[in-house]
């Protein structure tokens, strides 16, 4: 069963600068399961979980062989395979907290592709994966006390950036999905996390030279709202800033974005 931390009896609280608490959920003793597991912020995850004293860690990804963290158990798994999502959870049914790392980016516009190809992939492993996940799962944490749902999200969750956009539209659909979500599973006592992150220093971000925060910073702070039962992760300054600006996004964040893409379609035209 997963273990509640104080808080109140599951019902909503305003916290600080006007937040949602939520009962948290401890991290010792519980049941993990993390996609995207062989590697970046998800082997991160697991080793942040296993260092809190879970009591098993199962790794996902669609090569099982790429899980290697020692104590950590693999399991193959494609989040866009629905039969083998429903039979995941059906051989992990003692899982009380989910962490949907598992994600794609393709750095595809959204005029100039070439065909939907890539948009349509990302929107299937980000958003219909990501959902799938939290269906299959959902009865699993109702029936192990509730437990918790962590859902990988992004700094472009909140704005469209013409370098990915269509990886920016999956995401912002899983930040909709995870708000509604979050709803329809605070019945039964689970709480569902979202986390937003700007460069992470993985794979993913390679070659990219802006500042970036560690995935084992992510982790931590993660881990540390699942047990604080806070709803939201905001893992960098620059998230922060760039959610704080949502009010004026058209006076803030698209005109230098504009700007940039303009530069570039004329240094390319030249």
Known sequence: MATLLSGGTGGAAPGPAGEREERGMRVEGSVALVTGAGRGLGLAYARELMARGAAKVYGAARDPAAVTEPGVTAVGLDITDAA??????????????????????LASPLISAPNLDAARLEMEVNYFGTLGMCRAFGPVLAANGGGAIVNMLSIVSFFTNPLNPSYGASKAAAWSMTNGVRIELHHQGTLVVAVHAGFIDTDMAAGIELPKISPEDVARQVFDAVEGGQVEVLADQRTRDVKASLPRDQEVIYPPLLAQWDAAMKGRAG
Do not use: F
């Open 84 to 105: 083998r999502v429903a039979q995941v959870a059906r051989d992990c049914a003692d899982v009380s907290l989910l962490v949907n790392n598992a994600g794609v980016m």
